[in-house]
């Protein structure tokens, strides 16, 4: 059953009973006997209420997907917002020793091998030229290729 909002029931007080049945002559005897026992208002049987209830519907569902867009255009708007606020990831990468003061080796900053060390920090591109005059360059990413320091 679909779930009544308050679009359907827009002044207090009011209910909204909707009934389902398998052709019109079953509805409408439904829809009277409800209100001969429980002082509703019948069913409308003139030319043109279907279509004019068919209409609103259609009105207030147009209304909920363009709302559904709007949230969504929302949603893709801060996800947006939120990658340019993002920093830059570092172009350079210098891995330290398990005592985290000597330096293992220098990677590019999209290596893959550099984040499972969890032992790199950001580097300039001077102090990634600098590192790799002392140690080697990492065997995944030949960051001294990048650097332009081949020997």
Do not use: K
């Amino acid at each position: 059953m679909r779930q009544t909002n308050e679009a359907h029931v827009a002044v207090p007080g009011l209910a909204v009973v909707e009934v389902a049945a398998a052709d019109d002559e079953t509805a409408f005897a439904v829809q009277e006997l409800l209100a001969a026992r429980c002082a509703i208002a019948s069913a409308d049987r003139t030319p043109g209420a279907q279509r004019r209830v068919i209409e609103q519907q259609a009105a207030r569902q147009l209304a909920l997907i363009d709302r559904w867009i709007a949230d969504e255009e929302q949603r893709q708007a801060e996800r947006r917002q939120r990658q340019e606020r993002r920093p830059q990831p570092a172009q350079w990468l210098i891995q330290y020793g398990l005592n985290r003061n000597n330096i293992d080796a220098v990677h590019t900053g999209d290596c893959w091998a550099a984040p499972r060390s969890g032992r790199c920090r950001p580097a300039t591109r001077q102090q990634a030229r600098d590192a790799l005059r002392h140690v080697p360059a990492s065997v995944h990413c030949r960051p001294d290729t990048a650097l332009g320091m081949l020997e």
